[in-house]
């Protein structure tokens, strides 16, 4: 081998050498990089599996936390996992025993569960899901269930989850609300009143009892105005009324209307409206309550025309009252001067008999005259002008022991201080004088006491005129207070006295009775509204 060739085959060793160094420290910088790489994956593969780990803990954290009962299902809904919330609320422990989804729903859900299953697996999630469900104790209660369905990392679904919330109370309001609510429109529906409700004066809503009393059909109602029914001449009292109640003003009214039924004719009604307000006390909407009172405005019509004609009457029969006294007492007048001028002139001629005669003659004309005057009273007591002023009735009863006569063997004596009372005064004297005329001539007891004497009630006076006379018996205790009715034949009574008073007493709303036994006395009461 020559020089040459020497040459050549050193430089070819030295740039393989070279080729090889150089391929060298390629292989040891890439060794070092993958090295490198190689740590930093390690250290990355350590940091995301502590991460899950911690992941995995808080969520099993939150698991075992939610409030609510929160369970995991297999796709078949056997549970696999529960938190203790809904073992607490099921009763069941899917670590001791199996718990299939079957098991739980009651079977009136069972139809409704399998479509609500049927849209889970389709749209993945199954959103306020309510039924009732039996727990283990068989206690039943009404669930609302959120649940979805649980992928993994090619979406495929492994598993379904879902949050329970007992709604029991809720469900059971609802429908003791609802009962309520059926049972009140029942009520509504068939109450004998017309209901209506209406906004701004339209109607809204109305029972069947006011279609009957207008003869329009709910559907045509709900497109009328209360002012359709309404007559011209109440409209604007209604409307003045409806106006109040919008500003506030009222709350409820009532009102007597006419109202026009569909076929024209009229409906007499009282209708009695309140106003329902929301929180902000602002007018939501009127009820009406309608009440027919047809019958009782045709009676009270009536009424009023049979009143207008007793009135007519009562005139008429004052006038003939006046008429006949005039009549009967100028006859009576002549009767009474020709027995006096006979007296006078032949009371030297007649015997003891005939002046007899002429006597009775004159004290019959003279219980003629007070029959008369006395039934002129009785026709004139309703009639007459009231004139109610405050009366001290113990002025009255001075007034009337001036002028009554009073045996010197009886007594008048006030009990305690009578009150001052508001009435006529000329009644109020005639009722006491009446009584206590009575009283102080059928005492035969040699000591006479009349005692006067009153009680106070929330509504009326009640006056007593107490005497110990020869009392009245049983049967007369209602007939005396009638006209011409009296007991026994005591002179100048004429039977007219009891009755006015009756009258009268019955003009201030008042009762008249009377207490008495035989041969011990009689107790007068009457009562005077205040």
């Keep these: 081998m020559d020089n040459k060739e020497i040459v050549l085959l050193k430089k070819a060793l030295d740039r393989q050498k070279r080729a090889r160094a150089q391929a060298e420290r390629i292989l040891e910088e890439k060794s070092k990089e993958l090295y490198d790489v190689s740590y930093h994956l390690r250290e990355s593969n350590a940091r995301l599996e502590n991460l899950l780990t911690e992941t995995k803990s808080e969520l099993d954290g939150v698991f075992m936390n939610i409030v609510d009962p929160y369970v995991v299902m297999d796709l078949q809904f056997n549970i696999i996992k529960m938190n203790p919330s809904a073992k607490d609320f099921l009763g069941y422990d899917c670590e001791k025993e199996t718990v299939n989804l079957s098991t739980l729903v009651h079977p009136d859900y069972y139809a409704y569960t399998a479509e609500s299953i049927q849209s889970l697996f389709e749209v993945g999630v199954l959103k306020n899901y309510q039924a009732m469900i039996v727990l283990k104790d068989r206690v039943e209660k009404y669930v ?16 379904a989850q879902g949050i329970i919330r007992d709604i029991t109370h809720e469900t059971e309001i609802k429908h003791l609300l609802a009962d309520q609510k059926k049972e009140l429109d029942i009520i509504v529906e068939n109450s004998p009143l017309g209901i209506v409700l209406t906004v701004d004066n339209k109607i809204v809503k109305s029972n069947g009892t006011f279609v009957k009393l207008v003869g329009y059909s709910k559907s045509e109602l709900r497109t009328m105005y209360i002012d359709h029914f309404s007559s011209p001449e109440d409209a604007e009292k209604s409307k003045e009324l409806i106006k109040q109640m919008d500003a506030g003003e009222l709350d409820q009214y009532s009102i007597v209307k006419k109202y026009i039924r569909k076929d024209g004719s009229i409906l007499w009604a009282k209708s009695f409206v309140n106003a329902f307000k929301n929180v902000q006390g602002k007018l939501e909407y009127q009820v009406a309550m309608i009440e027919d009172i047809s019958n009782e405005r045709e009676l009270e019509l009536e009424k009023e025309d049979l009143l207008a004609e007793l009135e007519e009457s009562n005139k008429g029969l004052q006038e003939y009252a006046h008429i006949v006294s005039h009549d009967l007492k100028s006859p009576l007048r002549s009767i009474s001067a020709l027995a006096t001028w006979l007296y006078e002139d032949y009371k030297d001629v007649l015997d003891e008999n005939g002046v007899t005669q002429l006597s009775l003659m004159q004290e019959k004309v003279e219980a003629m005259d007070k029959l008369i005057v006395g039934i002129l009273k009785y026709s004139t007591v309703s009639s007459d002008a009231v004139e109610n002023t405050m009366v001290d009735v113990n002025m009255v009863i001075k007034e009337i022991t001036d002028i009554i006569y009073i045996p010197d063997h009886v007594e008048v004596k006030i009990v305690k201080q009578l009150p001052v009372i508001f009435a006529d005064k000329t009644k109020v004297h005639q009722v006491f004088q009446n009584f206590m005329s009575n009283a102080v001539v059928h005492i035969e007891n040699k000591v006479g006491l009349v005692h006067i004497d009153y009680e106070e009630t929330n509504t009326h006076w009640q006056f007593s005129i107490e005497d110990n006379g020869v009392g009245i018996p049983k049967e007369y205790h209602e007939k005396i207070f009638k006209i011409f009715q009296s ?18 007493i019955d003009l201030y709303e008042g009762e008249v009775w009377l207490e008495s036994t035989p041969g011990e006395g009689t107790t007068f009461y009457f009562t005077i509204k205040k």
């Design 144 to 159: 609302q269930i959120n649940s979805s369905l649980v992928y993994d990392k090619n979406r495929k679904p492994i598993a």
């Design 487 to 504: 007991i026994g034949n005591k002179a100048g009574s004429t039977g007219i006295g009891l009755s006015i008073v009756k009258k009268i």
